[in-house]
C-alpha cells in the first residue's frame, strides 16, 4: 500500500491535524505521524465518504493491512491513530455514533526488558571517582537505581529528610505521588552517605536547591543531565551499550528475581501498581536455563 501524498490532502485531516496540533499541543512528529496514518486510510477509501465508514469496513481495511505483512505494533499505532480521528468527528457532531468505538487493540508480542549483566555492573561500580564531584554524583546515582530499582524522576526527587541512613531506606514518591518506602543495602548507605558529605563540601552554606543531587549551579539535577552523567560513566567502564535509568531498573529487578527474591516483594519496591508488570522480569538467560536444565534434570 502506497502512502499518501499531499495530492490525498481532506479537509477532515487537515482540520483533524491542526486540533492535535494547537488544541491538544502535540509534536509536529506526533501530528505528522497522525496525518500520515489516517491518510492512508482516506486514500484506501477512495471516493467513499470517510464519515460514512462503518465499524466493519474499518475492520476490512485493519485486516488487510495484516495481509500485507504490516506488524501488530504498527497496525496498533494505525488504529489509535483512527480512534483519534473518529473521537474527533463525533465531538463535531459530524457522526451519530463513532465506528471505532468497539475497536480492540491487536495483542502484540511482550518485549523481553533489556538488562546488564553481573559483570557489566561490577564494571559500572569499579570506575574510581578520584574525588570529582560531577563522577561522584554519578557514581552515587548508579549505586542508588541498582541498589533500589527507582525511577529516574523518583530518583532526582530525592531529599536530604527522605533519606535514613542508619536503618537504609529512601522515601519515594511514585506515579500519582504515591509515597513508599524503599530499601538499599550496606554499600548504597556508604555511597550515599560519601557523597552527602562531598555535597556539603562543594556548595557549604550557599543557597541550594533542596534535592539530594545537585548541578554546579546547585540547582536540582534535570532527566537530561542524568542520563549524560550514566552515559559518561558507562564510557569510563568500557561497557559497549549507552546507559540509561530505566536499564538500572530493569537491571535491578531481574538480578532479584534471578536471585531468588519472591516477585510480590519486588513489585512493591517497583512501586508496580500490578503483579502482571513486575513478573516480565521473570525471565532468565540462556546460559542460566541450560545450567539450571544440566544441574536438575533427572537425566542429565
Known amino acids: 500500500m502506497r502512502e499518501a501524498g499531499p495530492e490525498d490532502s481532506h479537509p477532515l485531516l487537515e482540520e483533524f491535524v491542526r486540533h492535535m496540533a494547537l488544541e491538544r499541543g502535540l509534536s509536529p512528529n506526533t501530528c505528522s505521524a497522525y496525518a500520515s496514518d489516517v491518510g ?12 460514512k465508514a462503518d465499524s466493519r ?10 495481509e500485507n505483512g504490516l506488524e501488530a505494533a504498527s497496525i496498533f499505532r494505525k488504529m489509535e491513530s483512527l480512534k483519534a480521528f473518529y473521537r474527533f468527528q463525533a465531538v463535531e457532531e459530524r457522526l451519530e455514533d463513532d465506528p471505532t468505538r468497539k475497536f480492540r487493540a491487536p495483542k502484540l508480542p511482550r518485549k523481553l526488558p533489556d538488562f546488564l549483566t553481573q559483570a557489566e555492573m561490577e564494571a559500572l561500580l569499579s570506575v574510581s571517582d578520584g574525588g570529582a564531584y560531577a563522577l561522584a554524583r554519578a557514581k552515587t ?6 541498589a533500589t530499582g527507582v525511577r529516574a524522576s523518583e530518583l532526582l526527587a530525592i531529599k ?5 541512613l542508619s536503618d537504609g531506606w529512601i522515601r519515594v514518591f511514585g506515579k500519582g505521588s504515591k509515597e ?3 530499601p538499599m543495602h550496606e554499600r548504597a548507605q556508604k555511597a550515599l552517605e560519601r557523597f552527602l558529605r562531598l555535597r556539603a563540601a562543594v556548595f557549604g552554606s550557599k543557597a541550594t536547591d533542596p534535592e539530594v543531587f545537585l548541578g554546579r549551579d546547585g540547582r536540582a539535577l534535570s532527566r537530561v543531565q542524568l542520563w549524560r552523567d550514566l552515559k559518561a ?13 530505566h536499564l538500572l531498573r530493569h537491571t535491578f529487578a531481574t538480578h532479584l528475581l ?3 527474591a519472591d516477585p510480590r516483594a519486588v513489585q512493591e519496591m517497583l512501586g508496580h501498581a500490578s503483579l ?6 521473570t525471565h532468565l538467560d540462556a546460559s542460566g536455563l541450560k545450567r539450571a536444565h544440566e544441574r536438575y534434570h533427572p537425566r542429565p
Open 276 to 281: 502482571t508488570t513486575t513478573q516480565i522480569y
Open 141 to 146: 546515582m548508579l549505586e542508588l537505581l541498582y
Open 233 to 245: 560513566l558507562g564510557r569510563k567502564a568500557g561497557l559497549l551499550r549507552e546507559l540509561h535509568p
Open 57 to 66: 469496513l474499518l475492520s476490512d481495511y485493519l485486516w488487510r493491512l495484516k
Open 258 to 260: 534471578q536471585g531468588g
Open 40 to 51: 492512508e486510510f482516506l486514500h484506501w477509501l477512495g471516493a467513499k465518504d470517510p464519515l
Open 180 to 182: 513508599r518506602m524503599v
Open 160 to 164: 536530604p529528610e527522605y533519606v535514613n
